[in-house]
């Protein structure tokens, strides 16, 4: 997988601006995803990483740069172009209905529905629904979600994000942006939402990690995109690095005190 | 989690995977119980009522309680859906009262047709509810302060249609049979037997359809159980009912939009919508729910069913007066739908189960007003029962963010 980096790239960015006022958020970022590629995106605090997703996602338009997803030109003004390129992006707070069940969560906004009244009264079609919601946590491998009719409020952290990641999944996009997905779940639940990342990998899907934990890049990311004061400031392949090349990169060359000089 | 197989793999009808005692009461407490804490809860009232008063289960009784239930359940069906998308309307008592006045203006003193009077009344009510609710949705002001307003406004303009006079009385029979008329028995029985015929045919289509696409279907005697359950209760009730009048034609009315209501709410996109949006906005927005035209359309709802509201209580009073919609109704259409389940936080409740809210109002004053005791007595009552029912709910609520955390 990591060796597609020669074939086209998914999302191509170049030269992304982005000025909130006189604050230069993004000044002139590159960035490549590839198809079947997990990219983490790693950076301190104010580096610019949520505001380059966020123009990915189409919740800010970026002031100058070109945006080239499957080789042609795009422009990303709102979420819903976003979605329709086929780019879904979790966001932290996940974005999920509490009452409602996880088949509900999977298909709020599109559900299937039939006659015989139309437009939003039509009736909903749950058994469709439900079995489609099968086979889409089937294919992500999540064993975890034993009742689809449990409102979601009962789940664990991990489960929620699987709920997200699933919705992407189950729409068709081509990219998925996570943002910190590990943050705040224990141990066993980073395992499986960091398994459930390399499954999207695995299907084919590029895919885009924000996080500040550098164990967890290193474990399942391909490549790992730093960004510096809203700048590049390296990529580094997984498996020719060390966490301290990264760290290095992070800081802007000072190393931390411990690590090796 | 517990080890149980992946859904997918999971043959429909395995045997139950075995487990401990303290994994089935923690499944029992996070079940969804549905109408039982409120069944149950009607059940003890009736039976402490009975044995204080041996008439209180009485055919006649129950043929009053049916109508002394009709404003009040008209209200809470429209209050339900206000709560459901995490909303308040305060205005929905006064708005009955308005229309009801209007109403009668129309039919009495300037000679309309009952059907364009009620018709006028209705599209009235939903243009104030269409109102309200666009002030809040496009300025941005909380839905507890707009109908804070309309509630005064309205009760202003009830005044005013009524005149110096204060009441108006309504000869209309039609407008009188709405709760003074009672089905023959043959119709009571045959409305039943449709009622029973589309309910099977329901319960047995959702089941095929779950086998066909190789779902986890409830086990057979939960679906005979829910086919047999709410027919016996059905033709208990004719049963009883035609011991006195017969059915009140008023309990059609408030059944019949119940279960529309209750199949909007449940199996439509726009139910589901509904519910997302009280379980949290910000999401369904973001899903591409239309939240904002939703919720306008949710106060209008509400609204005209306050008009039908009102024509009830004009029914029941065979007039008008400057009182009809104002008192204590509203609220006690709201703690209706709270104690049938509805969470005043959103994103919880079920239609007909408001209609068992409003029946357990109804069935306390009723047994309070057999026994002789006053109103003072009858208002305590209530809101001890509002008091504790919305306790339940938060209660359960903390329980629910508790496992999720």
Known sequence: MPEMTTTEPLLRLEGIRKSYGAVHALSGVDLDVHRGEVLALVGDNGAGKSTLVKTIAGAHAADAGRFLFEGSEVRIGSPQAAAELGIATVYQDLAICDNLDVVANLFLGREQVRAPLAGRLRRLSNAAMEQRTQQVLADLSVTTLTDLRRPVSGLSGGQRQAVAVARAVLWGSKLVLLDEPTAALGVEQTDMVLGLVRSLAERGLGVIVISHNLSDVFRVADRIAVLRLGRNAGTFVRAESEPDDVVAAITGGRLLSGAKA | ?405
């Open chain 2, 1 to 405: 989690m517990s080890a149980v197989p992946t859904p997918t793999d999971a043959p429909t009808d395995a045997p139950a995977p075995r487990v401990g005692l303290g994994t089935r009461l923690g499944a029992a407490r996070d079940a969804d119980w549905g109408p039982v804490p409120v069944i149950v809860g009607l059940a003890v009232i009736w039976i402490v009522f009975q044995l204080l008063n041996e008439n209180f289960l009485s055919a006649r009784n129950l043929s009053n309680l049916v109508l002394q239930v009709g404003v009040v359940g008209m209200l809470s069906l429209g209050v339900v859906l206000v709560l459901l998308i995490g909303e308040i309307d305060l205005s929905l008592g006064t708005l009955a009262g308005m229309c009801a006045a209007l109403m009668a203006v129309l039919l009495t003193n300037d000679g309309w047709p009952v059907w364009a009077a009620i018709a006028a009344a209705v599209a009235v009510g939903a243009a104030a509810g269409l109102l309200q609710g666009g002030i809040s949705v496009i300025v941005g002001v909380p839905s507890f302060v707009v109908t804070l307003g309309g509630f005064l406004a309205w009760q202003g303009v009830q005044l005013t249609l009524l005149g110096n006079a204060g009441e108006l009385r309504v000869e209309d029979e039609f407008v009188r049979g709405i709760a003074n008329s009672y089905l023959p028995s043959w119709l009571a029985w045959g409305l039943l037997a449709v009622a029973a015929a589309g309910w099977w045919a329901d319960v047995a289509l959702r089941r095929r359809a779950r086998t066909r696409l190789d779902l986890k279907v409830r086990p057979l005697a939960r679906d005979v159980a829910a086919c047999i359950a709410p027919v016996a209760f059905g033709a208990l009730v004719v049963a009883y009912l035609d011991g006195y009048f017969g059915v009140p034609w008023l309990l059609v009315l408030l059944g019949g939009i119940a279960v529309a209501l209750g199949a909007l709410t449940t199996r439509t996109q726009l139910g589901r919508h509904l519910f997302a949006i009280g379980g949290d906005r910000e999401a369904a927005r973001r899903a591409g729910v239309r939240v904002d035209q939703i919720r306008v359309l949710v106060f209008a709802l509400a609204a005209a069913l306050a008009a039908i509201a009102g024509l009830i209580a004009v029914s029941r009073q065979f007039a008008v007066s400057t009182g009809t919609g104002g008192g204590t109704l509203l609220l006690e259409a709201i703690a209706a739908a709270v104690i049938g389940g509805a969470s005043l936080f959103g994103g919880q409740g079920r239609v007909y189960q408001a209609l068992l809210g409003a029946l357990v109002i109804a069935s306390v004053e009723n047994g309070l007003d057999l026994l002789g005791k006053p109103s003072s007595t009858k208002d305590i009552a209530t809101g001890a029962i509002l008091v504790a029912a919305v306790s339940i709910d938060a209660i359960s609520r903390r329980r629910r963010a508790a496992r999720g955390a």
